[in-house]
Nanobody, 124 residues
Framework: QVQLVESGGGLVQAGGSLRLSCAAS????????MGWFRQVPGKGREFVAA????????YYADSVKGRFTISRDYAKKTVFLQMNSLKPEDTAVYYC?????????????????WGQGTQVTVSS
């Protein structure tokens, strides 16, 4: 049993920055990867970024490459998403996830655990 709690969302102007955090709890925590996905009303969850838990390999959606950085604090069981140069198109509810497996780290349905989501709104 794993619980994930996101924080750090909010309202920011275009060009600004936000840093999202996701803290995991549980007696044991050793997912293949952790990821960030985002969702807007009427659409499915879109892959944003992921990191393998043990190795720290990172993956990014083309739309955020060069602007977002995913990282982890292994000891604290926490994953971060640093978002710079934010655009109005980045507005969404951002979800942290844990699980996945090799070859499917970009696929939302392969993840086992999800946070409650945190709203990110970028104004122009």
């Amino acid at each position: 049993q794993v619980q994930l709690v996101e924080s750090g969302g909010g309202l920011v102007q275009a060009g600004g920055s936000l840093r999202l955090s996701c803290a995991a709890s549980g007696r044991t925590f050793s997912p293949y990867g952790m990821g960030w996905f985002r969702q807007v009303p009427g659409k499915g969850r879109e892959f944003v970024a992921a990191i393998t838990w043990s190795g720290g390999s990172t993956y990014y959606a083309d739309s955020v490459k060069g602007r977002f950085t995913i990282s982890r604090d292994y000891a604290k069981k926490t994953v971060f998403l640093q978002m710079n140069s934010l655009k109005p198109e980045d507005t969404a509810v951002y979800y942290c996830s844990a699980g996945g497996r090799a070859g499917y780290i970009l696929v939302a349905r392969e993840y086992d655990y999800w946070g409650q989501g945190t709203q990110v709104t970028v104004s122009s």
